[in-house]
């Protein structure tokens, strides 16, 4: 499969910031090109069957480096989903410190802040209390995910258990088809 420099470039940068546009003005000249033009021209060039499978062909790399499994994200996506709040607070209702929250919790997190609330200005100032805010990540996002994982949505199931090589294969064998179809 040969792809021109600029076409890699596009499909580097399409797995870089997983965005087709972007990746089309990065990679190609579109400053005076106008955005729905810009979209039409990357659109057009994800149609391209090499295209595909060359950001196919990253996003396994990509996955296989950085240890990317259909397990390690159903494991986080349980942990925002199934987050129970109760968990942040100590028995008393106070806020626990983050140091003291499980590695399951804290996972849930997206935000988490500390603010020490002060009396007064100068030598009259006081401590008088913590001002603690959380913010956990979207539950219904998360279980929406979730759901798409497991097939409870019409969306397209992935063979999980498809290893990196027999995925090689199989967009290497669909690719062939493809071009067989299309110079037929």
Known sequence: MSLTPKQEKFCQKYIEIGCKSEAYRQAYKAEKMKPATVNRAAHDLFKNP?????????T????KQHEVTVDRIVEELEKMAFVDVRRFLNPDGSMKKLAELDRRTAASL????????????????KHYGRLTKVKLADKKASLDSLARVFGAFNDTVHNVNETYEEMIARLEAEEKEKNEQHDG
Request: negative net charge.
């Open 60 to 63: 396994a790399e990509y996955k």
């Open 50 to 58: 090499k295209i595909t499978t060359r950001v196919a062909v990253l």
């Open 110 to 125: 997206v935000n988490f802040e500390v603010e020490d609330l002060f009396d007064g200005t100068g030598e009259q100032r």
